[in-house]
């Protein structure tokens, strides 16, 4: 599967954006869908995951409340709105499938990503 991410940009500290991440292939609504993020110096890290019906999801604890991930199985899309952004969630974000059947937040468990897009939050 291909994943394509579009919609990063610049914003100021307590706005919104909202990044998207379309896939290739017919199977998209089998995988698990998860955003990481990078920030220059950092590792990637675990922003948000969804199963496979959106049924379930999971945050890391400095986006919970604030960011909400959702899937549109028709349109092959999965979605990150970002809302109360802050200095610190600039960074490129990257959207990943992964094929288990359970939603996963370790990087390595994903095999299939996206060339990322950048969030930058001005203070």
């Known amino acids: 599967v291909q994943l394509v991410e579009s919609g990063g940009g610049l914003v100021q500290a307590g706005g919104s954006l909202r990044v998207s991440c379309t896939a290739s292939g017919r199977t998209f609504s089998s995988y698990i869908m998860g955003w990481f993020r990078q920030a220059p110096g950092k590792e990637r890290e675990f922003v948000a995951a969804?199963?496979?019906?959106?049924?379930?999801?999971s945050y890391a604890d400095s986006v919970k409340g604030r960011f909400t991930i959702s899937r549109d199985n028709a349109k092959n899309t999965v979605f990150l709105q970002m809302n109360s952004l802050k200095p610190e969630d600039t960074a490129v974000y990257y959207c990943?499938?992964?094929?288990?059947?359970?939603?996963?937040?370790?990087?390595?468990?994903?095999?299939?990503w996206g060339q990322g897009t950048q969030v930058t939050v001005s203070s």
């Open positions: 990943a499938a992964s094929t288990s059947w359970n939603i996963r937040v370790s990087a390595p468990d994903y095999a299939y």
């Open positions: 969804i199963n496979w019906s959106g049924s379930r999801t």
